[in-house]
């Protein structure tokens, strides 16, 4: 990326990217050797902006997911069990010669997660039978090559009804939003607060539990990405950078608890629950998904 080879441009009395905690002005101002983008966003942040080729590689897993999510999307249908949703992922997965990055993460049981209706997110698969009128997320996130990409959608299972409709449409419609802000000189804030703005206009909630990510070379690098926040807050966007953004939105109240197997999501008032995610690629001059649909 050219920006890649850039120096950083900051403010005199903003925190020296160096990481030292000192003004710019009484740091490292003026110094020829200052850092470079990438370097200062690895020393103060954490955060890996990625290289041509890594991003190239990224794009393969995100290649290899969709395909996956479109065999997913064909079954879908009432009578069938999520556990047959993770046959299908693992199969598919293990054909192309890549990880299901989920299975055995932090003791994970299964290849993929599969959340429906009131469950939030990281429902484990098993004997739960989809039903007409469901709805189900289904986040799927392969290691190609070494290559990490990361998405969900939420499927309708049959016939929906309204308050199915409200709540998936909503969580869609928070995941474009949020993407439109994405641009070098943006701010993660923005993200947050194009998804919170919206559900809440709607009657909906945000869950702030979880958030997206950085991912490509890992699978949940930094930054944090979180689905509410205030605008021009939060790490600057710069080229190279690469993250989810994963909004989940509750048709009730944003409250919820894990289950006794330590990973399921779900809402305290029952209600349901939707979310999209793509992973974000930030351009020279906006965004690209590796992961479009």
Not at 187 to 204: F, K, M, N, V
Request: proline share 5%; glycine share 10%; net charge negative.
């Amino acid at each position: 990326m050219k920006t890649q080879g850039k120096k950083i441009k900051i403010g005199r009395n903003t925190l020296c990217p160096c990481g030292s905690g000192k003004k710019y002005k009484n740091c490292c101002m003026g110094d020829d050797s200052m850092l470079t983008v990438k370097e200062a966003y690895k020393r103060r942040y954490g955060i890996i902006v990625k290289e041509p080729h890594e991003i190239e590689g990224i794009r393969r897993s995100g290649e290899l997911l969709l395909s996956i999510m479109d065999k997913v999307a064909a079954m879908i249908a009432p009578g069938i069990t999520t556990d047959q949703i993770n046959t299908l992922v693992a199969d598919e997965t293990d054909k192309a010669g890549a990880i299901a990055a989920p299975l055995n993460y932090r003791g994970f049981p299964k290849s993929v997660c599969v959340s429906a209706n009131e469950v939030i997110c990281h429902g484990i698969p098993g004997n739960r039978v989809l039903r007409d009128g469901d709805i189900v997320n289904v986040d799927i996130t392969p290691i190609l090559d070494g290559y990490y990409a990361d998405a969900n959608k939420t499927f309708f299972v049959g016939t929906p009804g309204p308050d199915a409709i409200k709540v998936v449409e909503v969580a869609l419609e928070c995941l474009r939003r949020a993407i439109d802000t994405v641009r070098p000189g943006s701010h993660l804030g923005d993200i947050g607060y194009a998804i919170q703005s919206y559900a809440e206009s709607r009657g909906c909630s945000v869950v702030r539990e979880f958030v997206g990510h950085g991912v490509g070379i890992d699978f949940h690098e930094p930054p944090q990405v979180c689905h509410f926040g205030r605008k021009h807050h939060g790490v600057e966007l710069v080229p190279g950078m690469v993250f989810t953004i994963e909004p989940m939105i509750n048709l009730g109240a944003r409250d919820l608890h894990i289950l006794e197997d330590e990973w399921t999501a779900v809402t305290n008032d029952g209600s349901l629950s939707a979310q999209f995610e793509q992973t974000i690629l930030v351009t020279e001059t906006g965004w690209e998904s590796l992961t479009p649909y």
